[in-house]
């Protein structure tokens, strides 16, 4: 099974600054069909079930704001959410679509210092 | 919109059964894979299962195979999930999704179970 990682477990940033997530593959995630990574990221806030907010490691869903941003490339992927916003605190997870079983990283809670 | 409504959570027994239903709208439910992910309340997600659009090809998390059957009725737009030997660890809320690509785009709001005697 592919493990992922994600670090740090969580993080506390002031109002309007920088929030980044690392997330770690055990082995490369890379689509040979389009050569793009399969690594989504999620938000999940307290009771509800978890959004989408990028795949292929950078590609942001519709609706999601560009504060959001994915990077990576081999087995090290970041989410950088550039202004944090109050509406932002929340659990956000990497995923690998891969191959199955599908993995999720163990989540970093992000909150408001 | 695409509405993901899942139904059947309840407390059930050790070595018991249970059967989760997941009612899709607002999409051509046939033509996608779907998928069924657990999360433990205060917990991590965990992936559990899957299903082509024909539901003819499935795949589980090692912790349910064997025990975890994931089904499909196209002409009622709904996924299912049946439970069988049940355990205390499977005890979380259940939610069903729709696949794009190994991600999961569109997320119903769960549905809990517990076991426990």
């Known amino acids: 099974d592919i493990v992922m990682t994600q670090s740090p477990d969580s993080l506390a940033v002031s109002l309007g600054e920088r929030a980044t997530i690392d997330c770690k593959s055990s082995q490369s995630i890379l689509h040979s069909s389009n050569n793009k990574h399969s690594l989504a990221w999620y938000q999940q806030k307290p009771g509800q079930p978890p959004k989408l907010l990028i795949s292929?490691?950078?590609t942001r869903e519709s609706g999601v704001p560009d504060r959001f941003s994915g990077s990576g490339s081999g087995t090290d992927f970041t989410l950088t959410i550039s202004s944090l916003q109050a509406e932002d605190v929340a659990v956000y997870y990497c995923?690998?679509?891969?191959?199955?079983?599908?993995?999720f990283g163990p989540g970093t809670k992000v909150d408001v210092k | 919109e695409v509405q993901l409504v899942e139904s059947g959570g309840d407390l059930v027994q050790p070595g018991g059964s249970l059967r989760l239903s997941c009612a899709a709208s607002g999409f051509t439910f046939s033509q996608w894979w779907m998928h069924w992910v657990r999360q433990v309340p205060g917990k991590g997600l965990v992936?559990?299962?899957?299903?082509?659009?024909?539901?003819?090809?499935?795949n589980y998390a090692d912790s349910v195979k064997g025990r975890f059957a994931v089904f499909r009725d196209n002409t009622k737009n709904t996924l299912y999930l049946q439970m069988n030997s049940l355990r205390a660890e499977d005890t979380a809320v259940y939610y069903c999704g729709r696949d794009n690509w190994g991600t999961v785009d569109f997320w119903g709001q769960g549905t809990l179970v517990t076991v426990s005697s």
């Open positions: 992936w559990v299962s899957r299903i082509n659009p024909a539901g003819i090809t499935t």
């Open positions: 995923q690998q679509c891969y191959t199955t079983p599908l993995t």
């Open positions: 292929w490691a950078s």
